[in-house]
């Protein structure tokens, strides 16, 4: 059964820093896409970044450029989201995401920005 | 960017009758590779997104076969053929051909 659980999630004020964390199982980790999507409260869904199976590139989603990165352990099948510079706007639950066309998803973790 | 266009946005449905949701792409989603990755999403209130059907029509394992996905190039449907309780909740098409993966904007399916 494939199991992706997030961790990391809290309380943070704009302009600090947070990491999140995706514990996968159940598949082929080292072989697959994976994706952060994050929807705020009461909205739709929002994708935020992508990194390929060998971990040297991540594709993000404009609002979050040159202040998230994405990145993977493939040993410890672990996914993260390094989130800078945090503005209110980022608040939201973010999604650990198998692949890139939502092959499978965790349950989430709240990120509240907020002063 | 590809803008992905659902209509309704929300469809109030009768227990056992069929329901249908239209989700259009300001682009083409055939990918180089020749496959269109078009998927479509359910969203039980209080949950996480859950997968129905990757590239256009194939439903994930455990998916009931009331559920079907059909369309090509711009336009997709996801029908259900016989509403059932527990299909409310709000429903997303994606599209995964290019990046940035975008999302419709969602259709809430109600029971009347």
């Known amino acids: 059964e494939v199991q992706l659980v997030e961790s990391g999630g809290g309380l943070v004020q704009p302009g600090e820093s947070l990491r999140l964390s995706c514990a996968a199982s159940?598949?082929?980790?080292?072989?697959?896409?994976m994706t952060w999507v994050r929807q705020a409260p009461g909205k739709g869904l929002e994708w935020v970044a992508s990194i390929k199976d060998e971990g040297d590139k991540g594709n993000y989603v404009d609002s979050v450029k040159g202040r998230f990165t994405i990145s993977r352990d493939n040993a410890k099948e672990s996914l993260c989201l390094q989130m800078n510079s945090l503005r209110v706007e980022d608040t939201a639950v973010y999604y650990c995401?198998?692949?890139?066309?939502?092959?499978?998803w965790g349950q989430g973790a709240l990120v509240t920005v907020s002063s | 960017d590809i803008v992905m266009t659902q209509t309704p946005l929300s469809s109030p449905v009768t227990l056992g009758q069929p329901a249908s949701i239209s989700c259009r792409s300001s682009q083409s989603l055939v990918h180089s590779d020749g496959n269109t990755y078009l998927s479509w999403l359910q969203q039980r209130p209080g949950q996480p997104p859950r997968p129905l059907i990757y590239k256009i029509s194939n439903r994930f394992s455990g998916v009931p076969d009331r559920f079907s996905g059909g369309g090509a190039g711009t336009d997709f449907t996801l029908k259900i053929s016989r509403v059932e309780p527990e299909d409310v909740g709000v429903y997303y098409c994606m599209q995964a051909t290019q990046f940035p993966v975008t999302f419709g904007q969602g259709t809430k399916l109600e029971i009347k």
């Open positions: 159940g598949f082929t980790f080292s072989t697959s896409w």
């Open positions: 995401v198998r692949g890139t066309g939502g092959l499978a």
